[in-house]
């Protein structure tokens, strides 16, 4: 199976548990990689054949940015279902990271994979 990947997106949103992580947004690094076949676009050199990652990009942003969210999890899961809602996309694996949110650490964070089955 062919990829296509966004690698670091930074959003800033609110999310977390605690009172003062609800006040202002945070950043949130998140990297995808989209599980696709892409032979027909490698052949046609038409973006109608493949998965627009600028696309993609745009709806991961907007949700992270707007959702609130308390758990990585729980976020991680939305950007996910984002994802496989595209088409041609049969599976999906979110890195999704919260830079700095402990101490002594550079990040923390949840990956996931998820298939269009989990969709159902």
């Not at 990829?3 to 949103?13: D, P, S």
């Not at 945070?26 to 027909?40: C, K, M, P, R």
């Not at 676009?41 to 949700?63: I, M």
Request: hydrophobic share 40%; net charge negative; glycine share 4%.
């Amino acid at each position: 199976m062919d990829q296509v990947f966004i690698k670091n997106l930074i959003a800033r949103g609110i999310i977390g548990l605690n009172a003062w992580e609800r006040e202002k947004p945070q950043e949130i690094l998140i990297n995808v990689v989209l599980f696709t076949d892409l032979h027909d676009a490698g052949l046609s050199d038409s973006v109608q054949d493949s998965v627009n990652y600028r696309t993609v990009a745009k709806k991961l942003l907007q949700h992270a940015e707007s959702a609130q969210r308390y758990t990585v999890e729980a976020l991680a899961t939305d950007l996910a279902h984002l994802c496989l809602e595209e088409r041609g996309v049969h599976k999906v694996r979110i890195r999704l990271e919260k830079p700095g949110a402990v101490r002594f650490s550079s990040s923390v964070g949840v990956e996931i994979e998820r298939t269009r089955e989990d969709l159902l």
